[in-house]
């Protein structure tokens, strides 16, 4: 089974989860992983995936953003993905069943848009793990923002929302894809259940929620963005965007550093 991501880090918490085997009660970073087996472990539930980390696939595109309208293999979308989507395409050309793993996260639901849009053409069995609104455990309610923050040992933990993905569903997204691509708006943002194309401002409200005439290190201001928002967004674009307002005099200075997460700022006095 082919394990199909579409972020770095979710990605490699897959490859953990199908390569490894948790010895022991779960406890965070205290859990003692061995590699190399496919064995299942003594224990209900550990996050092992039967598999190895060969088969995990990561599509980490980050099609939210950007011009889509250029080839995802492109320098564009860096050289370092084009062997992912060559090794996908060798996958389903050897006829391999297909998960995938996505969430409601701008990047992730376009990277699986952008997936059926190659699936369209190929046959083999597909199937999916959408992230659910929110996962009840005893006597505790998580809710997870994107599969980026699933822990390897947890992954296993959601084979229960498995659903086999129809020919008919799979051409249904490729459209989606397609339209999104003829509107290629500077970002896309899902909004009430849909991905739309949006301003390349949308997201700076979150910059002037937080940001004050106080000075604070860049780098906690942008975490506590990512901390309190529930929107998938990377640092890095802030980053960019809080660049954009200094150029522009709507953000000053305070403390400048070549590390730019370092240095200070805070919003400039009209």
């Known amino acids: 089974m082919i394990e199909i991501l579409f972020g770095e880090s979710e990605a490699a918490s897959m490859k953990a989860a199908k390569n490894k085997i948790v010895m022991g009660t779960v406890n965070g970073p205290t859990s003692v992983f ?69 969430s409601d996260a701008p990047y992730s639901r376009c990277g699986f848009y952008h997936l059926c849009r190659i699936l369209e053409k190929y046959e083999n069995e597909i199937s999916v793990v959408k992230m659910p609104e929110y996962v009840v455990r005893e006597k505790s309610i998580t809710a997870y923002k994107n599969w980026g923050e699933v822990a390897a040992e947890e992954f296993a933990g959601f084979l229960s929302y498995e659903k086999r993905l129809s020919k008919e569903e799979v051409r249904m997204y490729a459209v989606l894809w397609r339209d999104l691509v003829e509107d290629n708006s500077p970002l896309r943002s899902v909004i009430n259940g849909k991905v739309l194309g949006v301003p390349e401002d949308f997201y700076d409200f979150q910059i002037w929620r937080r940001l004050t005439e106080k000075p604070e290190k860049e780098g906690r ?16 674009w802030y980053a960019k965007r809080i660049e954009y307002y200094i150029q522009h005099k709507k953000i000053r200075i305070v403390e400048d550093s070549v590390n730019e997460y370092a240095r200070t700022i805070c919003l400039a006095k009209d």
């Not at 190895?52 to 993905?81: H, W």
């Open 34 to 102: 061995i590699a190399g087996k496919k064995a299942p472990p003594p224990k209900p539930f550990s996050g092992w995936i039967e598999g190895t980390a060969q088969e995990v696939i990561c599509l980490g595109f980050m099609l939210d953003i950007g011009d889509i309208k250029n080839p995802v293999g492109s320098v564009y979308r860096k050289e370092v993905y084009i062997n992912e989507l060559h090794r996908l395409k060798q996958f389903l050309e050897a006829g391999e069943r297909v998960r995938i793993w996505y």
């Open 221 to 236: 201001v942008i975490g506590d963005i990512l901390g309190y928002s529930k929107i998938s967004i990377g640092d890095w």
